[in-house]
């Protein structure tokens, strides 16, 4: 199984777990044996059955027979036992916050396991400290991670790890990877969990790591939901800093963009590094930047038509405070940035981490939120990155004038210590330095599903895109 445990097979294997979802037949009654004292907790009004029956993307509608809504991790044993006690097949899926994209938190005729249900449960986020692993967190796998991140601030502590958006449940990104600027320091937030409990398509509820069942440990991180349901994890824990230097350097010339995203990977500088482009088409979110400076970064833009910039953050505290500038300094002395193009924000730790929640107000303020989302994650090696510039950004995008909504270029090294679970398990695939490119577009899809009153099962305008 160890083997198995690669992030590039998950992104490869996504298109065949959508096909089969795809497929599988449409229901709306359930029947199952003996289901006792969950019976009450299953629910199958319209509302409930209409809300757990597409996700973010807004792409894919299935409807369940029933919503499972747990009080404890017994109740989705005793779903799952019962399940297997069906003369027909009962397909069940979790779901946490409902932020996939292509139907991955859906099922069609079985049972949706509403996990957030199970927050009613009480206090599901614990602190704890050993001396074998320092601090660490044990988590419910419904928990969000802006709530792990409060709980564990209160103990001046936090995760290492994280994804750029934060309401997000812990059980639905450990099912993925778990990707943002601190990868390239610490690895995906799969490398930073010590153990887990899983209930297992038997029914068993395991509690597992790299030392006890290691084959469904690995299994169940990355996994997709596929391989049993995470109701625990345990989250490794560091000193909280207090603040951030929070900085965005900008770029005409993407092969000088890679070639200092790389550079920036080196130990001992910035604490968190990604990549963005800012595209002339749009539309164009300029607020991070002085009111004075927007003018001319947009003349930037139309300028060259592509802006790449490097978006990255010092971690500090009162111990740090009077050395943090001149770190900075000289992280970023001999980067080739456009001179002048270097623009800073000083921030609470707490702020910086949570920054998209700032970009979701804004965009349901605008409606943009519940609409459409195509996304597209790949990993691509160091050695074709600029053949996505020239072959994507800018033959297909640009000069199609296709209105992109955001485009991330996360820079990894899977050799640097942190990326490596253990000797020869390393989650980012053989290359040395895969970068991992987000493009999300948006806009082409609200206008299309604009002026359609109830939204269709197949949305008419996905397939001239
Ligand atoms: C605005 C936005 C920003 C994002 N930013 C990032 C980012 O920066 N980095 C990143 O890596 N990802 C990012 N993602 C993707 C996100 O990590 C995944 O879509 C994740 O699965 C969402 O978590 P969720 O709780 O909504 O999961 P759901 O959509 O509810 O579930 C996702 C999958 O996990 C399964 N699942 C859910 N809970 C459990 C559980 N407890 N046990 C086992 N399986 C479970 C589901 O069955 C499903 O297969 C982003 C998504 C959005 C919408
Ligand atoms: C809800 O379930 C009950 C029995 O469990 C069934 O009689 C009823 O038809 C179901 N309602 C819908 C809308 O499927
Ligand atoms: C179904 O959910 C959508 C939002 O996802 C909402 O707009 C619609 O009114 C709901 N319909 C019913 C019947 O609940
Ligand atoms: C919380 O979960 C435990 C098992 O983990 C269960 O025994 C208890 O009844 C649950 N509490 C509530 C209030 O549902
Ligand atoms: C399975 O079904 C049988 C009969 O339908 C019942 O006696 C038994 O208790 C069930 N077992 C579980 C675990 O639900
Ligand atoms: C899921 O559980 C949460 C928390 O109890 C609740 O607010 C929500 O309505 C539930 N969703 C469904 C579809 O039952
Ligand atoms: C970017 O810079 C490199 C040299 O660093 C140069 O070879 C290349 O032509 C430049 N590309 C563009 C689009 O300006």
Redesign the pocket.
Known sequence: MAENFAVPKYWTTLSLVLGFMMLSATGTSLLL??L?DIESLLLNDTGSINSTSTDYGHIVYEFPAAVLNPTSPNDIV?LI??A??NSAPVSVAARGQGHSVRGQALTSGGVVINMTALIRNGSRIVVSESPSLGSYADVGGEQRWIDVLRATLERGLTPVSWTDYLYLSVGGTLSNAGISGQTFLYGPQINNVYELDVVTGK?ELVTCSSKKVPELFYAVLGGLGQFGIITRARISLAPAPKRAKWVRMMYSNFSAFSRDQEHLMAPNGFDYLEGFLLMKQGPLDLSFYPLLDQPRIAALINRYGIIYYIEAAKYYDDSSRKTVDKVVEKTIKGLSFVPEFLFEQDVSYIDFLDRVHTEEENLRSLGLWEIAHPWLNIFVPKSRISDIDSGVFRNILLKQNVPTAVTLIYPMNRKRRGLTLEPGRTPLGRQALPMMVALFTSIELKTCLRGISSLPLEPPCYKHN
Request: avoid cysteine; proline fraction near 11%.
């Open positions: 044996p003996s006792g005793s036992l019962s297997n006690n029914g």
